[in-house]
């Protein structure tokens, strides 16, 4: 990992409209050289064997086809690669919908560190990569900390806005197939409390194809578990 991250070349800034205008002709004139060295700018956990495959017969649509062979994660060209120099930095500064309750903020480091300690989480309620997860959280940190730890292991994540009815966000999980559904007890919105967990529970009667629910602890009003689906999230990551 070091020694790859010691060959990353940074993009070159652009400061002008004749920069901008430079770039530009250049992506014109010779696409693959100038992607390549946006690409090499990149963690990859495999460097690509081909550039760019372009087919087109004329008579269908052209077939477009870019770093053949290329494997990397998002996450890690989040973290990995930046982490030494961003390990302080703030990464996230929350502040609550309610005017008493107190904001927050989280480091990369700290971040790196709950992507990668929810990540575990999910593998062991058995998400594996090309498994759909639901996210129908709040707006609160632990919605980003899901989002990245689905793209670390390779799963595919759903954000549901957490206004939806329960029939839209049945809708949602049986068109991506889901097979878990992250979300909180309930949300604040306004002077108003959001039971988000039973609107859950009034989709998931319709939805056969999820087995696990992780329920985040936001407004610590008594909810319903069901044995064997439904785990709390501080419960999930405890040893992770």
């Known amino acids: 990992m070091n020694k790859a991250k010691k060959s990353i070349r940074m993009p070159q800034t652009i400061h002008t409209w004749s920069d901008y205008h430079q770039k530009y ?8 050289r100038f992607w390549e060295e946006i690409a090499e700018t990149h963690f990859w956990r495999k460097k690509w064997d081909k550039t760019l495959e372009w087919k087109f017969d004329g008579d269908n649509a052209p077939e477009v086809k870019w770093f053949l062979g290329g494997k990397l994660n998002i996450t890690e060209n989040i973290f ?9 930095q703030v990464a996230i500064y929350w502040e609550p919908n309610q005017p008493d309750e107190q904001g927050t903020s989280l480091t990369y480091g700290q971040l790196f560190m709950k992507v990668k300690q929810f990540a575990n989480a999910l593998l062991h309620q058995g998400i594996k990569k090309g498994d759909r997860v639901a996210i129908y959280l709040p707006m609160v940190p632990e919605l980003v900390i899901a989002m ?14 957490a206004g939806f009815s329960a029939t839209s966000l049945s809708d949602r999980i049986i068109d991506a197939s889901c097979n878990l559904v992250i979300t909180a007890d309930g949300g604040f919105r306004g002077s108003k409390t959001i039971p988000l967990k039973k609107i859950v529970d009034d989709a998931l009667s319709d939805c056969p194809t999820v087995k696990k629910t992780i329920v985040l602890k936001r407004t610590g009003e008594e909810i319903p578990m069901q044995k064997g689906r439904d785990a709390w999230w501080h419960e999930c990551i405890e040893g992770e």
């Open 148 to 161: 990245l730890a689905c793209a670390r292991i390779g799963a595919i994540h759903s954000i549901i806005f």
């Open 80 to 88: 990995e690669r930046n982490i030494s120099e961003l390990q302080n």
């Open 25 to 32: 002709q250049e992506s014109i004139e010779n696409p693959e």
